[in-house]
């Protein structure tokens, strides 16, 4: 049975930063891209970032480019998402997600291109 599992969500002010982590478990992840999406109470859920299976590429959403950063442990089967210069509109629930297998175009960003995911960790920045 296949788990992803966040955690790392929380309460912080705006400016602050946050660490969240996804564990996955039950299958081998070879050539799966790991992403991050978020709903915010009352709109749908968007993508955030993607990492690559292996060479360290990722892709972000316009909206985190050079606040957030992906990075990922295959030994682990760990995804994390630093989270930097937090504002109050990114307060949402965060989901990791597993898609693939692919062998190009790590850059996946639809929600119909991942086949698993977590249940997601509440993320609240105040103002």
């Known amino acids: 049975q296949v788990q992803l599992v966040e955690s790392g969500g929380g309460l912080v002010q705006a400016g602050g930063s946050l660490r969240l982590s996804c564990a996955a478990s039950g299958r081998t992840f070879t050539n799966y891209v790991m992403g991050w999406f978020r709903q915010a109470p009352g709109k749908e859920r968007e993508f955030v970032a993607v990492?690559?299976?292996?060479?360290?590429?990722?892709y972000y959403a316009d909206s985190v480019k050079g606040r957030f950063t992906i990075s990922r442990d295959n030994a682990k089967n760990t995804v994390y998402l630093q989270m930097n210069s937090l504002k109050p509109e990114d307060t949402a629930v965060y989901y990791c997600?597993?898609?693939?297998?692919?062998?190009?175009?790590?850059?996946?960003?639809?929600?119909?291109?991942?086949?698993?995911w977590g249940q997601g960790t509440q993320v609240t920045v105040s103002s």
């Open positions: 990492h690559s299976w292996t060479g360290g590429r990722t």
């Open positions: 997600a597993a898609g693939g297998p692919y062998y190009s175009n790590y850059a996946r960003s639809r929600q119909d291109e991942y086949d698993y």
